[in-house]
Each structure stands twice: as structure tokens, then as C-alpha cells.
């Protein structure tokens, strides 16, 4: 090596440490915001988390004790329905997206889920709003539902396409040789050996739509008691953290961090599952 | 062999594939070959040559391809399967492939996956099910291999058990040809020859057509030899012929080794 190249060869091990340093600082950036949240929210929340949080339904302002159980139910239910709306949607968007590229409402399609994936929240509850609360006559758990089913359409759309397009195309081409019809060898074939990301994208989109609070204010528009029928209002714990927060009361902006606590700790939970699901199947 | 009768079971004629403007296949005319039946035909030929592309069409393979376009005939005992109205489903049941890298089904166990063919177009009878798989095993030369673990997954297979599998897969939907793309181009010499042994044995069945690069394998295990060259189909005869006298300086060049 002459002395030349040995310049230009430390200068590359310079750069890369120079990027190396970058990279890493700007990921502790972003996890410092996560663990600044966080800490904060434990801070502040962790004195009204106890057993009461999970097993009572809120009190009135001034009444000690109480938790924030109808919040809680509230939220797997409703965005469980959301799910099961979602799912057929964004599953047949994706799977037409990735098995049908040629077909001709693809363009489209991807426009209008490319177009959904950056829209406003609050905009999938305006919609729930016309389409459900309006013709039912009032808000309800189902309207919420939906909303958040509207949200999580594309989402599942999107990551539906991306895990069926890392699936081999040998396998497809392996079906079809043996005389089986398309549709046969997607369902049978194509969507068990995408499984596990599938699972996980449905999870994602899950946990996603848990956090949401804007589609869910004058949809499932909350509620202060447990309610298991979905034809009535119905809390959920990012719709009872909005409430608590905007209160005057001191109680009550403890129990909205440990709401914050408790939904974080349900969005983490769900992605670790998410990610368990991915290795395990 | 000279006194046995020929017949002809698939034939091409005047094929032509193209990707976009590019012609993939059958410059000069178009490709016009004959099949014979119960015969191995092997395709030879350099890289880009155009021999896989004229293979995939003979079952059909291109339709999932947008931007490929077929142009000619392709005679399945005489009838066009590119003609309206003809289900390509059919077609493949009963022209099947077996392609270059092993891809058994990896969610599925090994009988699954020999089974696959018949289940998923409805077939439950179990006995029925069970003997087609061992009949399929046992042609394959696997089933010596496999049959006290057939319920395991089939990723658990070596790479040139898997290869075989596929075979076996291809072969238990009962199809009347078998194409095959460089089926032992990813496979050691022991499995390669399990697998040359295997098409000897098969050919008293089924029809074989076999994509291959490496011209020792054509002249060891077909019949027939197809040479294909830059898209264009140079020469076809018997295998012996083609070797030892070619007709085309192309094809005299390419078996001498002096390109490809």
C-alpha cells in the first residue's frame, strides 16, 4: 500500500466513525423522548396505579379511590370490534395489491390507502360519525369501532402487502404447476407461509389504533361507567386520559398519567407479542 | 431406437415469447419443436439463451408474467392450450413442473406437501390420499427416506431430498409430461445422480422435458436435444446426432466448449 492510499483509507475510517457517532446519537435522541415520557408519566402516575385502578370504575371528582375499569374493558373492546371490521378489508386490499398487480383498480386503490394512511385521525371519527351515530341514532361503542376500523383499514392493507411480497415467488409458481387454481394457492399456500407477518401486522395495527382518542370523541364519546353493550357510549382509556386531563382536578390528572402508564403499557405488550408472533410462527 | 415408433406428444409451433418489445424465445420463426412422448427432451443452451423461457411455455407459466406476451401454438395431443376458453388449471394439472430451486411448501410436512396437489382441489379420502403419496414417494426414490417422519415439516429435508420431493409433488397430481428447470443445477453430484436415475425410471410414464446447462446431462439421461441460442432455437434431433454431428457451426462451436 503506498502512502496514497493509506490517506485516503484513514480518511474512510474517519468518516465512518464520524457516521457511526451520528447514528448513534440520534437514536439515544429518539429513545430518550420515549424514556423521558416515560419516567414522567410513572412519576406521576404510579401512586394512583393499585389493584382499585383495574377492578373499580371511576368516581366523581372529590371521592378518593375508584379506577379507571370501564376505561380499560372499554378499550379492548372497542378496538377488538375495529379489528374485526378491519380485518376482511385490509386484508383483501393487501391481498390484491401483491397477487394482482396487474389488476386494473390497483393504482387506485393504492392512491386512496396511501391517501388514508396520512389522514387525520379525528377525520375517520367524522366519518364513523355520518355513516353510524348519525343513522343509529346516538353514540355508541360500535361507532367507535368503526372509526378505528376505518384507521387501521390501510394500515393492514400496507403491511398485508409488504409480507406478501417477501413470500417467495417459487412458491406461487410451485402451486400453480401443480394444477391449483390462484385463488387456491394463496389462501392455501401464499397466506401460511406470510403468517407470522401477518399476525404482526395485525397486532401493530392494533396497538396503533389502542392509543387513538380523536375518532373515538363523538363516536364511543365516552362514558363513566362499564358498559359491555356496544350500542351504548363507551369509554376507552385514551378518550378518559383526554377528559381527566383537560379536568380541574387534582385526582383526576393522577389518574389520567396512570391511564397514560396503563396504555403504554398496553401498546408495548401488544408489540412484544407482535414481535414473539414473528419468530415464533 | 430406431425401430420404435415416435409419437408426437406435445409440439410447438412457430412459438414466441416477448417481455415488452424484447423477444424472450423463438427468433428466426419461431420455436418448432416436437415432444415425443415417454421420451426425456433436454433444452440446452448458454445463459439468456431463451431455453427456460420456452419451457415455462409450455404450461402456461407466462400468464402470471404481465408483461409476457405468447404468440403461435403450443399442441397438447394435438389441441392449442393456448386457444380461447382453455383453463390454464387444466393444463398444468396435466403438464406439471418442477423447478430449479427446491421450494417444497415450507409451512406444510412432507406428506402435505406431496399431498398438496390432490387436497387442495377437494380430495379427502384418506386411503386414497395415503397411496397416492407413497406411490408418489416411492417414484421419487424418497420414500425409503422419509417414510417413518412424514409428518414432519419438509424444511427439515436436505436440499437434494427436497428436490425430489418436488418431484414427487409434481408426480403425485398424476400429469402426463413433467418440466423441468435445471432441477439438479443447485445440487451436489450424489443427489444430481439420484435425481438423473430417478427421470431414467420415470420416462416409461411420463413425458420429460428437462432445462439444463450442463451438456454432460443431456447427453447422459435424453433422447432428444433441443439447442437454443441468443433466443433463437439453432437445432433438434436425437441427442446421439446432435452431439456427434451437428448440423449448425453454432451448435458444433457450443458442445466443443468453444463458447457458453
Redesign the interface.
Known amino acids: 500500500m503506498n502512502r496514497e492510499e493509506g490517506i485516503v483509507l484513514k480518511r474512510r475510517y474517519r468518516v465512518e466513525r464520524l457516521m457511526k457517532a451520528l447514528v448513534a446519537f440520534g437514536t439515544l435522541l429518539a429513545f430518550l423522548v420515549l424514556l423521558l415520557v416515560l419516567v414522567y408519566a410513572l412519576v406521576q402516575g404510579v401512586g394512583a396505579l393499585n389493584p382499585d385502578f383495574f377492578l373499580q370504575d371511576m368516581r366523581p371528582p372529590g371521592e378518593r379511590g375508584g379506577g379507571l375499569r370501564q376505561a380499560i374493558v372499554g378499550t379492548l373492546i372497542v378496538d377488538s370490534l375495529g379489528l374485526l371490521i378491519a380485518l376482511p378489508f385490509g386484508l383483501a386490499a393487501g391481498i390484491l395489491l401483491a397477487e394482482y398487480?396487474?389488476h386494473p383498480i390497483n393504482p387506485y386503490l393504492r392512491l386512496l390507502s396511501d391517501t388514508l394512511n396520512g389522514m387525520p385521525a379525528i377525520l375517520f371519527g367524522l366519518l364513523a360519525f355520518v355513516l353510524v351515530v348519525k343513522p343509529m341514532g346516538g353514540f355508541s361503542g360500535l361507532s367507535g369501532a368503526f372509526a378505528l376500523g376505518f384507521l387501521m383499514i390501510p394500515i393492514l392493507a400496507r403491511s398485508t402487502e409488504g409480507v406478501l411480497s417477501l413470500v417467495?415467488k417459487?412458491?406461487?409458481?410451485?402451486?400453480?404447476?401443480?394444477?391449483?387454481?390462484r385463488w387456491?394457492v394463496i389462501l392455501?399456500?401464499v397466506l401460511?407461509?406470510a403468517?407470522s407477518g401477518l399476525i404482526t401486522g395485525t397486532l401493530l395495527a392494533f396497538a396503533r389504533a389502542a392509543g387513538e382518542a380523536a375518532p373515538l370523541l363523538f363516536t364511543a364519546f365516552g362514558n363513566p361507567f362499564l358498559e359491555l353493550n356496544p350500542f351504548k357510549p363507551m369509554d376507552t382509556l385514551p378518550l378518559r386520559l383526554f377528559n381527566f386531563a383537560i379536568s380541574p382536578y387534582e385526582d383526576w390528572h393522577r389518574q389520567a398519567w396512570a391511564a397514560g402508564l396503563v396504555l403504554f403499557a398496553l401498546i408495548a405488550l401488544t408489540s412484544l407479542l407482535a414481535r414473539w408472533a414473528s419468530r415464533r410462527f | 431406437m430406431v425401430t420404435e415408433a415416435l409419437d408426437v406428444h406435445m409440439e410447438s409451433r412457430r412459438l414466441v415469447v416477448r417481455y415488452g418489445q424484447r423477444v424472450g424465445v423463438g427468433l428466426g420463426g419461431g420455436v418448432t419443436l416436437p415432444i415425443y412422448r415417454h421420451k426425456i427432451t433436454a433444452l440446452i443452451g448458454p445463459s439468456g439463451c431463451g431455453k427456460t423461457t420456452f419451457l415455462r411455455a409450455l404450461n402456461r407459466m407466462h400468464d402470471l408474467t404481465p408483461i409476457a406476451k405468447v404468440d403461435g401454438e403450443v399442441l397438447l395431443d394435438g389441441e392449442n392450450i393456448y386457444a380461447p376458453g382453455v383453463d390454464p388449471v387444466l393444463v398444468r394439472r396435466r403438464v406439471g413442473m418442477v423447478f430449479q430451486k427446491p421450494t417444497a411448501f415450507p409451512t406444510l410436512s412432507i406428506y402435505d406437501n406431496v399431498a398438496a396437489g390432490l387436497k387442495l382441489v377437494g380430495v379427502r379420502d384418506k386411503a386414497r390420499l395415503d397411496e397416492a403419496v407413497e406411490k408418489a414417494l416411492r417414484a421419487a426414490a424418497l420414500w425409503d427416506e422419509v417414510k417413518d417422519r412424514l409428518r414432519t415439516p419438509a424444511s427439515s429435508l436436505s436440499g437434494g431430498q427436497q428436490q425430489r420431493l418436488t418431484i414427487a409433488r409434481a408426480l403425485a397430481v398424476g400429469p402426463e409430461v413433467l418440466l423441468m428447470d435445471e432441477p439438479t443445477a443447485s445440487l451436489d453430484p450424489i443427489s444430481t445422480q439420484a435425481i438423473e436415475d430417478l427421470l431414467l425410471s420415470l420416462k416409461d410414464h411420463v413425458t420429460i422435458v428437462i432445462v439444463t446447462h450442463n451438456m454432460q446431462q443431456a447427453a447422459r439421461i435424453s433422447d432428444f436435444t433441443a439447442f437454443f441460442l441468443n433466443g433463437e432455437m439453432v437445432e433438434f434431433g436425437p441427442t446421439e446426432n446432435l452431439f456427434t454431428k451437428p448440423k449448425d457451426p453454432r451448435t458444433e462451436a457450443y458442445i466443443t466448449g468453444r463458447f457458453g
Open positions: 398487480p396487474d417467495p417459487e412458491i406461487r409458481e410451485a402451486g400453480l404447476a401443480l394444477g391449483l387454481p387456491r392455501s399456500l401460511p407461509a403468517r
